[in-house]
């Protein structure tokens, strides 16, 4: 990412625990979802030190919830302590290591609006928003666009199922996805050069997509605050930024989003972000890609793997730059 001090791509991974101390484990997750790992070991939990903040996790019975099996990965289960440990959430600070910072977020009350073009605005506490919605776990991968990846599994519902309940008019286009705003409690907020709250949008064929999910929670268990906490999206075959952490509002509109990245450097972050190994980043190659992990790069591939779901949706957009 584009930042005014040092770049994302050039900061040290020191947050990284040698993979050797969580061998087992991943294998164990990569056997069968976190759900099973959880079974066998009960209340052991994964995410120990993302467990840290005192307030009662969200609708925390719904966790372990049920694999849906048709999303394979072709590689293992990151390390739950990387996945946790090594995050972008500017709204904590602009380097890798927000984790700790993050558990200042306060998850109660938390209200989410779906409001825009609706037959009728809803304003709802989360946690009721996410009894009401069908839970389930899915493995998936993300791709950063600063080319680091992980493979994890979110628990949470598909985003079709939200769309259904926000009863949105036939003319809404897009749904614009916003996060909280509360420098108090994230200080990156204060940045006051960055263009707060921080925005994703999607359009209502990307949003009712079979893929387009919004994780409540990861590894079997609630999210982490660092990892967006307790609503984010997950649309896996785009650059990670889409994947807007701790929503707080969701909008039906006809207007297309100018997003957050987009309104800082929308020359390198567009609209649509879809994944693509052939075309590169203004500054560096998207051809391959590391594991969180692991050194060794392996290879990028179209829409991040899930172009069979997902390919369909850009049909005729050729116009669009439909990869950054
Ligand atoms: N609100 C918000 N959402 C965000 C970000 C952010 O800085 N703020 N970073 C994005 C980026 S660049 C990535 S790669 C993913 C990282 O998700 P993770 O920390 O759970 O791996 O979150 C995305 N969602
Ligand atoms: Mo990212």
Not at 42 to 51: D, E, F, I, N
Request: glycine share 8%.
């Amino acid at each position: 990412m584009l930042t005014r001090s040092r770049r994302g791509w050039e900061l040290p991974e020191s947050a990284a625990t040698p993979e050797s101390v969580w061998f087992s484990r991943r294998r164990l997750l990569a056997a069968g979802g976190a759900g099973a790992i959880l079974a066998a070991a009960p209340g052991a939990g994964l995410l120990g030190r993302a467990a840290m903040a005192e307030e009662e996790p969200i609708a925390a019975e719904l966790y372990p919830a049920p694999l849906n099996e048709a999303y394979e990965l072709d590689r293992e289960l990151t390390d739950p302590e990387l996945a946790t440990t090594y995050n972008n959430f500017y709204e904590f600070g602009s380097q890798k290591n927000i984790w700790r910072a993050a558990q200042a977020l306060r998850l109660r009350p938390w209200t989410v609006t779906i409001d825009g073009m609706v037959e009728e605005e809803i304003v709802i506490d989360a946690e009721d928003l996410i009894r009401r919605m069908p839970i389930e776990e899915r493995l998936y991968r993300l791709r950063c666009v600063e080319a680091w990846a992980m493979a994890v599994p979110w628990t949470g519902f598909e985003l079709s199922a939200l769309v259904d309940f926000a009863r949105p008019l036939s003319s809404a286009q897009y749904l614009v996805m916003t996060t909280f705003e509360d420098s108090s409690q994230a200080p990156g907020q204060r940045q006051f050069w960055y263009p707060w709250p921080y925005t994703e949008g999607l359009t209502m064929a990307e949003a009712t997509n079979e893929l387009s999910f919004i994780a409540t929670g990861v590894y079997g268990e609630p999210m982490p605050r660092q990892n967006g906490a307790p609503l984010r999206l997950a649309v896996p075959w785009k650059y990670g930024f889409k994947s807007v952490k701790s929503i707080v509002r969701f909008h039906f509109t006809d207007q297309r989003p100018v997003t957050f990245w987009e309104e800082i450097a929308g020359q390198e972050y567009g609209f649509w972000a879809n994944v693509n190994p052939e075309v590169p980043h203004p500054r560096w190659s998207q051809a391959t890609e590391r594991m969180l992990g692991s050194d060794e790069k392996v290879p990028t591939q179209l829409f991040n793997g899930y172009g069979e779901f997902v390919a369909h949706l850009y049909d005729g957009l050729d116009g669009e730059r439909l990869f950054m």
